[in-house]
């Protein structure tokens, strides 16, 4: 299983990124699907979750209103749309599948991790 993430980068404050999280090696549709990121020096943390129909979305609070999570199964793909972003968003973003809701697992179950992908905000 290979979780792929890209489109990090350097963005000025207020500035828009979209990431993307490709998957292979197992069957997207039926997974669930999450972001998460970590700051220099800080735990990594929840950002968004998706379930695998794609109907029922979850965001931690800093980012509600500016990051938007979604999916396209039909090309085992996942995205994270970043806009408004602040300097407090640097971080390494990662993303997840797991058979179960991805919000509120304890990160050593989640299943499967991608290598992340660095997002930079310059103020």
């Known amino acids: 299983v290979q979780l792929q993430a890209c489109g990090g980068g350097l963005v000025q404050t207020g500035g828009s990124l979209r990431l993307s999280c490709a998957a292979s090696?197992?069957?997207?549709?039926?997974?669930?699907m999450g972001w998460f990121r970590q700051a220099p020096g800080k735990e990594r943390e929840f950002v968004a979750g998706?379930?695998?129909?794609?109907?029922?979305?979850s965001y931690t609070g800093s980012v509600k209103g500016r990051f938007t999570i979604s999916r396209d199964n039909a090309k085992s793909t996942m995205y994270l749309e970043m806009n408004s972003l602040k300097p407090e968003d640097t971080a390494v973003y990662y993303c997840?599948?797991?058979?179960?809701?991805?919000?509120?697992?304890?990160?050593?179950?989640?299943?499967?991790w991608g290598q992340g992908t660095l997002v930079t905000v310059s103020s």
């Open positions: 997840a599948a797991d058979i179960n809701d991805i919000l509120g697992l304890p990160e050593s179950q989640v299943e499967y």
């Open positions: 090696g197992l069957t997207f549709g039926i997974y669930n």
């Open positions: 998706i379930s695998w129909s794609g109907d029922n979305r």
